[in-house]
């Protein structure tokens, strides 16, 4: 996962605890983290770092660490599940109106350019069957998996262009709506919109035709942007 890219060393604790976080919430481990050796190497980080982060997200209710040799630092957290309207506009105005639609536009911007630099990617078999694996999974998701999923598609887009930091800005555009995704309800109508737009992205970048998928994606996060903003009216 490029999202847990090394961190400074200034804030080393502070910093494996955000990138840990983002993993968790956005879905990109559904059971236990991975091992440790291999965690504290993508991080760039002492064990002993790691531990410490692991041991403050376990007080915190995120993981849970079991021993032995079928050990490891299992999720106990749960995506919350669909909310009423209002704690939906509860969640915007801690947020901040300006903040969502600022966050929107971040997103917007960051993902846009991930699918364009993609179309312009010479892409080996392996990284198209990765795109078209990925594209299946969210498009024959059930609603538990879905937005776990989705993410999963969306993030394999900036992944699959090499670039760590493109990656990192799309997991973080997404990080910040994705509380209020939670909290809206999932709509098989808007799945199935959905599921033709994400195809659209992935014949665009296939097609290696850039302002087709600039559009694509354009008019499917608009889409999203509607949905939160028409739940907020």
């Given amino acids: 996962m490029t999202v847990l890219r090394p961190v400074r060393a200034g804030n080393a604790f502070e910093e494996t605890v955000e990138r840990l976080l983002q993993v968790i919430k956005l879905g990109l481990v559904t059971e236990k983290l991975p091992p440790e050796r291999e965690l504290a190497a993508q991080l760039g980080i ?24 079928y050990g490891g630092a299992f999720l106990t957290y749960a995506p919350p599940r ?30 846009c350019g991930a699918a364009q630099v993609l179309a312009t990617t010479e892409l080996t078999r392996e990284r198209r069957d990765t795109l078209r694996e990925r594209l299946q999974a969210v498009n024959s998701a059930n609603p538990d998996d879905y937005r776990r999923l989705d993410t999963a598609f969306h993030l394999a887009i900036a992944e699959l262009t090499g670039s760590a930091l493109l990656t990192a800005s799309c997991a973080d555009a997404r990080l910040r709506i994705t509380d209020l995704l939670d909290a809206i309800p999932i709509l098989q109508r808007n799945i199935e919109h959905a599921g033709v737009q994400h195809a659209a992205i992935v014949a665009a970048v296939l097609a290696r035709d850039p302002e087709a998928a600039r559009r694509a994606v354009a008019e499917h996060l608009e889409g999203t942007g509607a949905l939160l903003r028409g739940f907020l009216a």
């Fill in 46 to 69: 002492s064990r002993v770092t790691l531990r410490e982060a692991i041991r403050a997200l376990q007080d915190a209710g995120y993981l849970s660490v079991r021993r032995g040799r």
């Fill in 82 to 111: 669909p909310r009423q309207e209002d704690e939906l506009r509860r969640a915007v105005v801690d947020m901040g109106t300006d903040d969502l639609e600022d966050a929107l536009t971040f997103r917007m911007a960051v993902e």
